[in-house]
């Protein structure tokens, strides 16, 4: 396995910091060149840093800071503090069309990761997820390299953005390639 890939919900401790992750089955805490404990098979989490405290006076979600694994830098466009809104008859949803991509993927995911990056990151493309990722690498001067299955395309509005980013190299292969960040969770044995 790749010991540099990052998951949307797990982070590798490896070329990119000294994250602290933890196995909630076993109560392994340490490192690990996958996204399972090392120990028992089970997902890992990423351990907070410190104990809750909300800064009210940081507008995005540098709020969290506290508890949030930032690295030696925060990278941040004013993401999070989207709004609770009623829609359809009063169903709740969370307005995440106000993060700075419109994905939730802002909110944390994004900006924690490349928080914790340097260098060139590889990904495969998943439409707002890559974009996601691509436009806080921009604000970091990070490069990416995304790879495109080009018989599975099909959010080219997320890829024309893509395309128009200066830090941002796109290949079309279907596959077999080494990528530092994945999209989803890892499975649970």
């Known amino acids: 396995m790749n010991s540099n890939k990052v998951s949307a919900y797990t982070i590798y401790v490896n070329r990119w910091g000294t994250l602290r992750l933890r196995c909630l089955r076993c109560g392994y805490l340490g490192p690990s060149d996958g996204p399972l404990c090392p120990r028992c098979g089970f997902p890992l989490i990423v351990e907070p840093r410190g104990v809750l405290r909300i800064d009210r006076e940081k507008p995005s979600i540098l709020r969290y800071a506290s508890v949030l694994n930032y690295g030696d830098k925060a990278v941040t466009l004013g993401e999070g503090l989207t709004r609770i809104r009623r829609v359809n008859g009063g169903v709740m949803i969370k307005d995440e069309s106000r993060n ?90």
């Open 100 to 189: 700075p991509t419109g994905s939730f993927m802002d909110r944390g995911g994004s900006s924690v990761l490349i928080s914790n990056v340097s260098g060139e990151v590889k990904v495969l493309f998943e439409e707002d997820f890559t974009l996601s990722i691509a436009t806080y690498a921009n604000a970091a001067g990070i490069g990416i390299r995304v790879y495109v299955n080009p018989d599975h395309v099909g959010a080219y509005a997320e890829l024309l953005r893509l395309s128009t980013m200066s830090n941002v190299t796109i290949e079309f292969s279907e596959g077999g390639h080494r990528v530092d960040i994945i999209y989803g969770e890892p499975p649970i044995p």
